[in-house]
C-alpha cells in the first residue's frame, strides 16, 4: 500500500489535535520523586544535574578570538534535595547521616536515572527546623561512578533496575519470614493463636477462590474469571491451605512457622510462575475470561490477580480481626501475606511490557498505590500492638517502591506516547491511523491494532465521533 492516503484522505475538520494533547504530556505533573541511597528511602522534590561538554577557552595575547578544547561530554554531579518525613524523624535523620558520611560508592535509586552506583562529594547537609515537626531536609551531590570496564559478558555482574526490584521483593519475603518465626515461636502454642492460623488459612482460600472463580462454576454466569492455566498452577497451594498446617506437639524450632509462610505464600507465587508469555505488549490489563479460554497468562494479568487478591486479603485480615480470640496474630497474618501477594506482583512486573509511556505510569501507579495500602496496613498493625517488630517488613516494602519506581521509570522515556484524536463524525479506524502514525504500514498497522483494543472499538470501520486515544509510533 503506498501513503497516497493521508491527512487529505479525511474530511477537513474530522480530527483535532492529532498531533498534540498527548496523554503523557498530561501526566508530568505526576512526577515520580521517590528516591533512596544505601538503602534509607526518601522523597526527592528537586533534583538537578549540570551537563553540556568540558570545553576549555583559551585566550593567547594580541588575539581578540578565544580558542576552545574539547575535552569530552560533561557528566556532572547530580544534586539532589531530599525529605523524610515521620514519627521517626529523628532515628530517619541518623540513618541517612551514615548513609552519605560511608565511605566508598553507594546505590542511589533515581527517579529519573535508575539505579546507580555513586559517591558523595563535600558539601552534604542535614537539616531539622523547629517549624517542621516529624521532617528531615538534606542536599548532597553525588558523583556517578562509571561501570567497570573488566565486567563483560553474560556472566558480568551487572546492576540494573529490573535486577534491583526483584531483588527488593526478595527482601520482602525474608522479613515475612522472619516476621512468622517470631509470631509462631512459642514453646507452648496458646489455642488463640493456632485457632487464628486455621481461619486465616479459611480466609486465604475464600480471598482467591473470590478473585480467581478456582473451584467455582462458571455455568450461567457472566463472572469473568482467572484463566485456566491460573487455575491449574495453583491447585496444589490451594489444597495445602484446606489440609491447613498440622499443629506440632512441641513447637521447638521454626518448622511450624516456616511451613505456615510457605502456604501462605504457596498460592501467589504458583500464580507468578505460571507466566507464559513474558513479551506480550500491555496495553492494559489481559481481559480475563470465562471457562479458562485465555491459553497463554501474560505478566499484565498476573499483576492484575495479585494486586486485587491484594485488596481483598487487606478487607479479611479486618473483618476477622473483628471477631477473633486473637486479633492482633490474625493482623499480623493478614499482612504477611498480603507482602508476599505484593512481592509476587513486583517479580510479575518484570514480565510487562508497556505499549506506550502513559500504560507504564498507570502501571506504577496501581503497583505503588497497592504498597502505600499494605504500608497502611503494617502501620495500623504495630499501632494495635503487634506481638512481632515489624520495622524490617515495613523497610523493605518502602525500598521495593522506591525500586519499582526506578525501574518503570526508566522505560517511560523511550515508550511511544499516546495522543488524543477528537474524530468529528464516523470514521475509519484505518484512516485515523494513518493520519496519526503516518505511512509506512508494518507501523499503520501496530497503531490500529492499539486503537481498537485501547479504546475497546466494536466497529472499527466507523469510529467516533468523540475523542479516540491513539498510539503515536517513536520517530
Not at 556517578?144 to 570496564?149: D, G, I, K, R
Not at 540494573?160 to 509462631?184: C, F, M, P, R
Not at 467455582?216 to 484463566?227: D, I, L, M, N, R
Request: one cysteine or more; a negative charge; aromatic letters at 4%.
Amino acid at each position: 500500500m503506498s501513503g497516497a492516503l493521508g491527512l487529505g484522505a479525511i474530511a477537513p475538520g474530522v480530527l483535532d489535535g492529532a498531533t498534540g494533547g498527548n496523554l503523557l504530556s498530561s501526566l508530568l505533573g505526576d512526577v515520580l520523586d521517590t528516591a533512596g541511597f544505601r538503602g534509607v528511602a526518601f522523597m526527592m522534590p528537586d533534583t538537578r544535574r549540570a551537563v553540556g561538554r568540558r570545553v576549555v577557552e583559551i585566550y593567547f595575547p594580541g588575539q581578540d578570538a578565544p580558542k576552545y578544547q574539547d575535552f569530552g561530554k560533561l557528566n556532572g554531579h547530580i544534586d539532589v534535595t531530599g525529605i523524610i518525613a515521620g514519627d521517626d524523624y529523628a532515628v530517619q535523620a541518623t540513618r541517612i547521616e551514615k548513609a552519605l558520611s560511608a565511605s566508598g560508592p553507594g546505590t542511589l535509586i533515581h527517579p529519573w536515572y535508575g539505579t546507580l552506583q555513586a559517591r558523595v562529594m563535600p558539601g552534604a547537609t542535614v537539616s531539622m527546623a523547629d517549624h517542621e515537626q516529624r521532617f528531615v531536609r538534606f542536599t548532597a551531590s553525588f558523583s556517578v561512578v562509571p561501570p567497570s570496564a573488566s565486567k563483560k559478558g553474560v556472566f558480568a555482574s551487572i546492576t540494573d533496575t529490573l535486577t534491583h526490584a526483584i531483588s527488593q521483593a526478595d527482601a520482602i519475603v525474608d522479613n515475612v519470614v522472619l516476621t512468622g518465626e517470631q509470631l509462631l515461636s512459642p514453646i507452648v502454642l496458646p489455642l488463640a493463636l493456632t485457632s487464628a492460623v486455621s481461619s486465616w488459612f479459611s480466609q486465604a482460600q475464600g480471598v482467591w477462590t473470590a478473585v480467581t472463580g478456582y473451584g467455582v462454576s462458571t455455568t450461567g454466569t457472566a463472572q469473568a474469571y482467572a484463566p485456566d492455566t491460573v487455575q491449574t498452577a495453583m491447585a496444589p497451594a490451594m489444597a495445602v491451605l484446606a489440609a491447613g498446617v498440622p499443629q506440632p506437639a512441641q513447637n521447638l524450632d521454626t518448622s511450624w512457622a516456616n511451613a505456615v509462610t510457605d502456604a501462605l505464600a504457596g498460592v501467589p507465587s504458583a500464580i507468578c510462575a505460571a507466566i507464559t508469555d513474558p513479551n506480550q505488549p500491555a496495553v492494559a490489563p489481559a481481559s480475563l475470561v470465562a471457562n479458562g479460554a485465555q491459553a497463554t497468562l501474560d505478566g499484565a494479568t498476573v499483576v492484575s490477580i495479585l494486586l486485587a487478591a491484594a485488596v481483598q486479603t487487606g478487607a479479611a485480615g479486618d473483618a476477622l480481626a473483628q471477631i477473633s480470640g486473637d486479633p492482633d496474630a490474625v493482623l499480623t497474618l493478614a499482612v504477611m501475606s498480603r507482602s508476599l501477594i505484593m512481592s509476587q506482583a513486583i517479580a510479575a512486573q518484570g514480565a510487562v511490557t508497556y505499549a506506550s509511556g502513559a500504560d507504564a505510569i498507570a502501571a506504577r501507579n496501581a503497583l505503588t498505590g497497592a504498597l502505600d495500602a499494605l504500608m497502611d496496613d503494617l502501620t495500623a498493625c504495630a499501632a494495635s500492638g503487634a506481638p512481632v517488630d515489624l520495622s524490617g517488613l515495613m523497610e523493605s516494602v518502602l525500598s521495593a517502591k522506591a525500586a519499582v519506581i526506578a525501574d518503570i521509570s526508566s522505560q517511560i522515556g523511550r515508550l511511544p506516547k499516546v495522543v488524543s484524536v477528537t474524530v468529528r463524525a464516523a470514521t475509519s479506524a484505518w484512516a485515523i491511523a494513518y493520519a496519526v502514525a503516518g505511512d509506512d504500514v508494518s507501523v499503520v498497522q501496530a497503531a490500529y491494532d492499539d486503537m481498537v483494543a485501547r479504546n475497546d472499538l466494536a466497529t472499527p470501520g466507523l469510529a467516533g465521533p468523540g475523542v479516540l486515544q491513539v498510539l503515536e509510533p517513536l520517530t
